[in-house]
């Protein structure tokens, strides 16, 4: 009996480029070795001057995962018309902070 996998939106070559840097991350790491840098998409680097339209590469490269974070609660946010949307904070020492506002209706 043939089940069907669920429907993920993500091509089979970026399955693959995508279990094959796991992969490469594991190595790393069961030998010692330093993560290495993430790689940042044109639309996470759009999504985070959305916010901040004078960030640089390398804040948005160090922040990688709160800005990801940030965009994925922000699209399921609308999906599901949430009266709350998650939103950025830049802060001083160049780290960003995710908060959560409310909108107005």
């Known amino acids: ?3 069907s ?3 993920t939106g993500v091509k089979d070559t970026e399955k693959s480029r995508i279990l094959h840097r796991l992969r490469k991350i594991r ?4 030998a010692g070795n330093r993560f290495p840098e993430p790689e940042v998409d044109p639309e996470v ?3 985070a001057r959305l916010f901040y339209p004078e960030i ?3 804040l948005i490269q160090r922040n990688w995962l709160e800005i990801t974070n940030c965009m994925q609660h922000r699209q399921q946010q609308e999906r599901e018309h949430s009266p709350y949307r998650t939103v950025m904070h830049l802060c001083q020492d160049g780290s960003i902070e995710l908060r959560m506002r409310r909108i107005s209706p």
Do not use: G, L, N, V
């Open 1 to 3: 009996m043939k089940t």
């Open 5 to 7: 996998r669920p429907e």
């Open 27 to 30: 190595q790393e790491a069961a």
């Open 45 to 47: 680097t759009m999504f």
């Open 56 to 58: 640089s590469d390398t």
